[in-house]
């Protein structure tokens, strides 16, 4: 019944004014405003639906991954707008912030509101 149905996914914020600063000016991403005060991120084709929760908490786990070509010039860059990576014990992480210890290469960061953000390259 819903093979077909363009799903998409979402999670909160604590504070959707910065969150649109942050993924519209810092990421780049588009954001469109999507109603009751909701954000909607437009992502290589996709959509993931941002919304405002006055008791958010954040997500112990990444909520949305980004696949790029190549992930050195990717961190840079969002080092160079002021993100900052974060550093896990789990993880082989080299000077970057850049797991590199199996698997895709990834590189955690979070948003505003603390939810846990990466770039990966697949």
């Keep these: ?43 290589g084709g996709g959509r993931v639906l941002v919304y405002p929760k006055p008791d958010h908490e954040p997500a112990s786990f990444t909520v949305l ?13 969002l080092n160079r707008r002021g ?10 992480q080299d000077e970057r912030g850049i797991h590199r210890g199996g698997g895709p290469l990834i590189a955690w960061f979070t948003d505003p509101a603390g939810n846990v953000l990466s770039v990966i390259q697949e």
């Excluded at 993100?83 to 082989?92: G, I, L, M, P």
């Design 1 to 43: 019944m819903l093979k077909d149905s363009p799903a998409f996914s979402g999670f909160s914020v604590d504070d959707i004014k910065a969150a649109r600063i942050f993924y519209q000016d810092t990421l780049g991403v588009p954001v469109e405003e999507a109603g009751m005060g909701n954000l909607l991120l437009r992502t």
């Design 65 to 77: 991954n980004f696949p790029v070509d190549d992930i050195e010039k990717a961190v840079d860059e």
């Design 83 to 92: 993100v900052t990576f974060q550093r896990y014990e789990f993880a082989d």
